[in-house]
């Protein structure tokens, strides 16, 4: 059973940099073709993919989150980690960490940007900005 579990702080203040990591156990995230995924979801809003590392270690954002995003990952932890800097009130939101194959079911290459294809999500962390 793949699980994935989101750590970070809960409040952070403008302008400040959060870190968000992803502990992942069940699976390993070198493992080939799959993408490992940050997609938040405001208050009232719907879920926004933010960016994905490949099991390759190839990183993949959101080109209106790029210049301020960041993903790596530790191997040796079974971790991967966002980075998100200048926050803003408009970045509150839950923090979701979630897995996507490469693949579907009739070998179509999926497409990662998007949440409805990753198949195994952490069960979410609430970030809140606010001085």
């Known amino acids: 059973q793949v699980q994935l579990q989101e750590s970070g702080p809960g409040l952070v203040k403008p302008s400040q940099i959060v870190s968000l990591t992803c502990t992942v156990s069940g699976a390993s995230i070198t493992t080939g073709h799959y993408y490992w995924g940050w997609i938040r979801q405001p208050p009232g809003k719907g879920r926004q993919w933010m960016g994905a590392?490949?099991?390759?270690?190839?990183?993949y954002y959101s080109p209106s989150l790029k210049n301020r995003t960041s993903i790596s990952r530790d191997t040796s932890k079974n971790q991967f980690t966002l980075q998100l800097t200048s926050m803003t009130p408009e970045d509150t939101a839950v923090y979701y960490c979630?897995?996507?194959?490469?693949?579907?079911?009739?070998?179509?290459?999926?497409?990662?940007?998007?949440?409805?294809?990753?198949?195994?999500w952490g069960q979410g962390t609430q970030v809140t900005v606010s001085s």
């Open positions: 590392i490949a099991d390759s270690g190839k990183t």
């Open positions: 979630a897995r996507a194959p490469t693949f579907g079911t009739a070998g179509q290459i999926l497409d990662v940007t998007h949440p409805i294809h990753y198949d195994y």
